[in-house]
């Protein structure tokens, strides 16, 4: 299986300020359909995941634009321009590129 | 309103049985690829299995770690998921969430609340 590995796995954060996740995959995440398969969820506590990003960069619909992701191949990036309070929890990747769909272990984001 | 919400969950001692429900209001069912997803206490995300929709032949797929055990099926005239767990271990103790699977270009856009199923 294709293991995700995230970086941190704790982020302390400013409101107000820039944070960023970091994703990488033990394989190409480049389907041979061309496309890449990598997603990002967010889960609050006591809250079921909700997604956020897929395709890389493809903002969910109502997922505010603060959020971003970016990156290729093996490593991917999950940006949030500023922190709001509402930006805490856990957020994971995920690729579906590779069967079977695989997540990282979650990255903590606190204020 | 698109909603998800699952039942069945509970405690069942190793090596039983329980079947989860996921019922679907909405949206119809067997239009969707549905998958269950599973979260231990305290831990990570894990994908559990999935069934396609009607028009994609309603076939499934499962990870290694429940293939054989764990079953997704659907009944479509009560709109609802199930997934049969067969030979519990203290390992299968999670919350189980029923979503929404390939939906065009993304997944997992809609997820239940829940239920918690516990091995001991």
């Known amino acids: 299986d294709v293991v995700m590995t995230q970086t941190p796995l704790s982020s302390p954060v400013t409101l107000g300020q820039p944070a960023s996740i970091s994703c990488r995959s033990s394989q190409s995440l480049v389907h041979s359909n061309g496309g890449t398969f990598l997603s990002w969820l967010h889960q609050r506590p006591g809250q079921p995941p909700r997604l956020l990003l897929y395709k890389v960069s493809n903002r969910f619909s109502g997922v505010p634009d603060r959020f971003s992701g970016s990156g290729a191949g093996t490593d991917f990036t999950l940006k949030i321009s500023r922190v709001e309070a509402e930006d805490v929890g856990v957020y994971y990747c995920?690729?579906?590129?590779?069967?079977?769909?695989?997540f990282g272990q979650g990255t903590k984001v606190e204020i | 309103e698109v909603k998800l919400v699952e039942s069945g969950g509970g405690l069942v001692k190793p090596g039983g049985s329980l079947r989860l429900s996921c019922e679907a209001s909405?949206?119809?069912?067997?239009?969707?690829?549905m998958s269950w997803v599973r979260q231990a206490p305290g831990k990570g995300l894990e994908w559990v299995g999935r069934?396609?929709?009607?028009?994609?032949?309603?076939?499934?797929d499962y990870p290694a770690p429940v293939e054989g055990r764990f079953t997704v099926s659907r009944d479509d005239s009560a709109n609802t998921l199930y997934l049969q767990m067969n030979s519990l271990k203290s390992e299968d103790t999670a919350v189980y969430y029923c979503?929404?699977?390939?939906?065009?270009?993304?997944?997992?856009?809609?997820w239940g609340q829940g239920t918690l199923v516990s091995v001991s």
């Open positions: 069934i396609r929709s009607k028009a994609d032949g309603a076939t499934t």
């Open positions: 909405g949206f119809t069912l067997s239009d969707a690829w």
């Open positions: 995920m690729q579906a590129t590779h069967f079977p769909q695989t």
């Open positions: 979503t929404t699977d390939w939906s065009g270009n993304y997944q997992f856009d809609l």
